[in-house]
Nanobody, 123 residues
Framework: EVQLQASGGGLVQPGGSLRLSCAAS????????IGWFRQAPGKEREGVSC????????YYVDSVKGRFTISRDNAKNTVYLQMNSLKPEDTAVYYC????????????????WGQGTLVTVSS
């Protein structure tokens, strides 16, 4: 069964950090780029970051550049999103998804989706 499992969300104060994980199974992980998306209440799902299949290329939406870092461990079939200096506007359900290429975080490229993990940034 093709599956992506996101984890690591939680409640954190503004300025704090969290690391999200996305564990993959059921497909050849190294053949796929992995993206992180988020959806806040009442808003559309937006692309946050993506990493190419080999890890050599990464992409970030402007609002998280310099604060978030995406990485992958192909031996563990896992992608990570390190989130630092979190802001209340980062509050959302975060999803990971797989695609043949990052495609500038175009949601239409992403074929396989995991369930979300909730990140809440609040004092």
């Amino acid at each position: 069964e093709v599956q992506l499992q996101a984890s690591g969300g939680g409640l954190v104060q503004p300025g704090g950090s969290l690391r999200l994980s996305c564990a993959a199974s059921g497909f050849t992980f190294i053949d796929y780029a992995i993206g992180w998306f988020r959806q806040a209440p009442g808003k559309e799902r937006e692309g946050v970051s993506c990493i190419s299949n080999g890890g050599g290329s990464t992409y970030y939406v402007d609002s998280v550049k310099g604060r978030f870092t995406i990485s992958r461990d192909n031996a563990k079939n896992t992608v990570y999103l390190q989130m630092n200096s979190l802001k209340p506007e980062d509050t959302a359900v975060y999803y990971c998804a797989a695609a043949v290429m990052c495609g500038k975080l175009d949601i239409n490229y992403f074929e396989v989706w995991g369930q979300g993990t909730l990140v809440t940034v609040s004092s």
